[in-house]
């Protein structure tokens, strides 16, 4: 008798765990529940999209929902909502959006990777027209069809974050004025001082109008009132966090952790026996404090759903934890960090030391050689690498890689300084950026 396994989300850990266990059991019947009509899709490519006036959506699609059916052998239903999970009759009940009959289903096997939802600020007139979250496919084809169409002239982005930055140059590149309008005191508060400072110079180089600890209070028309003063706007992007969809695990008794995600061990599973939860929707470790943490991160769901989805098929893997990597890019700026900022690093209860250097991208005589500036953390009791952060023209987001590696390893600041690096004098000094910093750090940790 086969397995059936029952999939509910189908973007990147769900789709993601069915294919490794589809893999896995060859056999089993595998039912992968998308409330959506698309699946697999790369959502973070999704400003890039909108910025392309020739852009097509399809290009962001990783698997279509006939190769998934056709070629990997799952049975992907879209426009499904799931409804409820009985964990005693191990049944899932769901609404088939098309017809509107609702039904069920049984499985031996269950993994919910319900993902994330924008934050909406309780805000009078975020529900108008021209009020926008990016956070699906179809909210980014709304958007590039909204710019198509009305040709708006100036915009409020609504939060400072990630998604409020990017869309910061998406939007400007299109010729339109862009205000970001922010209620903490600096954009991207996890960065160091001296980097914050390069993001907002950047901002201003390119037109972009910033406000900070400032709430918008309400949304009229064209016309957003904050506590900064009032401002025109033709369309308004909220960009102000998301939230874990996890009312389908909560009424099923199943148990929540860190930020209200699902609570999960390192194989993913929840505090139900046979049932699993990855991606946005649940916790992460951080490897470097074994605390539970929240990381609503693309390359982490890809990581959970592999481990959910081999252990859903009986085949053992752990989950080794995250170090918050991540990058982005601020019209010519390269920005990312890895591991611990100093903050977190003092509530964790270490005895960090921060050191900020610059320091050139190439070697003398490269006609193309730009400072990037470097913060780097470490611990004084171990020595270890902690944390970093980078900003720079052009060489920042495969460096930051090299330092998260070390980090991820436990690597000490002192052997950091002297890891074997690539060198050509295009690419990088004798002396590396990154290699510079941890030899200042590891002096600081003596």
Not at 119 to 130: F, M, S
Request: glycine residues 8%; contains cysteine; aromatic residues 6%.
């Amino acid at each position: 008798m086969k397995n059936r396994y029952v999939v509910i989300g189908g973007i990147a850990a769900g789709m993601s765990a069915a294919s490794r266990i589809k893999k896995i059991d060859k056999s089993a019947e595998v039912v992968v529940f998308e409330k959506g009509e698309f699946i697999s899709y790369g959502a973070c490519s999704m400003p890039y999209y909108i910025a392309n006036p020739q852009g097509d959506y399809k290009d962001l699609i990783v698997l279509s929902v006939e190769d998934a059916i056709n070629k990997r052998g799952i049975d992907v239903r879209t426009n499904h909502l799931v409804l409820g999970i009985s964990v005693n009759e191990k049944r899932v009940f769901y609404k088939e959006l098309t017809s509107g009959k609702g039904k069920s289903i049984d499985y031996d096997r269950l993994v919910i990777a319900t993902g994330a939802s924008p934050i909406k600020p309780p805000i009078a007139g975020v529900d108008n027209d021209n009020v926008f979250s990016l956070r699906t496919l179809n909210d980014g084809i709304a958007i590039k069809k909204f710019i198509e169409e009305k040709k708006p002239k100036k915009a409020v982005i609504v939060g400072a974050g990630y998604i409020g930055l990017e869309m910061a140059e998406s939007l400007t590149s299109l010729g339109i004025q862009v205000v970001i309008i922010e209620m903490l005191e600096k954009p991207m508060p996890l960065y160091n001082e001296s980097i914050v400072e390069t993001i907002l110079k950047t901002l201003e180089e390119n037109g972009v109008k910033t406000y900070f600890s400032s709430k918008v209070e309400r949304i009229e028309g064209n016309k957003v009132y904050s506590t900064a003063g009032e401002f025109d706007a033709d369309m308004v992007l909220l960009a102000t966090g998301v939230k874990p969809n996890v009312s389908l695990a909560k009424d099923a008794g199943i148990e929540l952790g860190a930020r209200g995600a699902i609570a999960v061990d390192s194989k993913m599973e929840t505090s139900v026996s046979g049932i699993y939860a990855a991606g946005d929707c649940a916790e992460s470790i951080n490897r470097i404090t074994n605390r539970k943490i929240y990381v609503p991160l693309g390359t982490v769901a890809n990581k959970h759903g592999r481990i959910a989805g081999l252990n859903a098929a009986r085949e053992l893997a752990r989950f080794p934890g995250a170090i918050m990597s991540a990058e982005f890019k601020l019209f010519d700026k390269e920005v990312a960090r890895c591991g611990l900022t100093l903050k977190e690093a003092i509530d964790d209860g270490f005895d960090p030391v921060e050191i900020v250097i610059t320091a050139s991208s190439a070697a003398h005589g490269v006609k193309e050689r730009y400072p990037i500036q470097v913060a780097m953390i470490g611990d004084r009791k171990s020595g270890k690498l902690l944390g970093c952060q980078m900003i720079g023209k052009k060489g920042v987001a495969h460096r930051i890689n090299i330092v998260a590696t070390a980090i991820f390893n436990g690597n000490t600041a002192k052997e950091f300084s002297m890891f074997d690096l690539a060198y050509a004098p295009p690419f990088s000094p004798v002396w590396d950026p990154v290699l510079i910093a941890a030899n200042v750090l590891k002096g600081k940790l003596k």
